[in-house]
């Protein structure tokens, strides 16, 4: 039994929603967990300086967060306004 029996739904179709829910669950967490991956490397460039390479990896940046828009892991605004924060911290570099 995939489940604990407290958890367990009555219903086929129920149970059948909860293991998509959980497969769901799962590739989400897997893409939301790529992208903050990259936004920490990104910002990890912007503290020691590094402009250029910073400015590369913000293509990379962009388009994981993009992709998961695309795909309603993050919310449109949300992805809008980290988009905008990198881009002003790299253009603050001198």
Do not use: C, F, W
């Not at 910073?54 to 962009?62: G, S, T």
């Not at 695309?70 to 809008?80: D, F, R």
């Amino acid at each position: 039994m995939p489940y604990p029996r407290k958890y367990m739904p009555n219903i086929k179709s129920a149970a059948k929603a909860m293991r998509s829910s959980k497969r769901k669950q799962a590739i989400n967490e897997k893409i939301r967990n790529k992208v903050k991956g990259q936004i920490k490397q990104i910002k990890k460039l912007i503290a020691e300086g590094k402009k250029s390479e910073a400015a590369a990896k913000m293509k990379e940046v962009m388009s994981a967060l993009d992709k998961a828009t695309k795909k309603h892991v993050l919310k449109k605004n949300t992805v809008s306004r980290r988009k905008s924060r990198l881009a002003k911290a790299i253009n603050k570099l001198a």
